[in-house]
């Protein structure tokens, strides 16, 4: 089992930036492929970007190309989403995701494909 928590969140004007963190604890981290998801209200849940197992791959939804960007730690079990020229459209609650069903160069972007999930941290935008 892999546990993760998600920090970082919080309300920013557009224009701004903000550093998520997701702390992973229990089993190994480095085998997973990590992903970011996001819902806002009224939506379904959707990727944002995410490294593959061996942290050579990295890829991202193209709403966020160019803004955003996933790095991971693994010394530190950690990942990070490190969001750029964010504007009230990317208010979401944001996910952290491992998977380890994925070949160690993918990144998975379906949802399914991954097995363990953090709680979430709110990111808000405002205009």
């Known amino acids: 089992q892999v546990q993760l928590v998600e920090a970082g969140g919080g309300l920013v004007q557009a224009g701004g930036s903000l550093r998520l963190s997701c702390a992973a604890s229990?089993?190994?981290?480095?085998?997973?492929?990590m992903g970011w998801f996001r819902q806002a209200p009224g939506k379904e849940r959707e990727f944002v970007g995410g490294m593959s197992e061996n942290g050579g791959n990295t890829y991202y939804a193209d709403s966020v190309k160019g803004r955003f960007a996933v790095s991971r730690d693994n010394a530190l079990n950690t990942m990070y989403l490190q969001m750029n020229s964010l504007q009230p459209e990317d208010t979401a609650v944001y996910y952290c995701?491992?998977?380890?069903?994925?070949?160690?160069?993918?990144?998975?972007?379906?949802?399914?494909?991954?097995?363990?999930w953090g709680q979430g941290t709110q990111v808000t935008v405002s205009s």
């Open positions: 995701a491992a998977s380890s069903r994925a070949p160690y160069f993918a990144v998975p972007r379906d949802q399914r494909m991954y097995a363990y």
């Open positions: 229990g089993r190994i981290f480095s085998p997973y492929a």
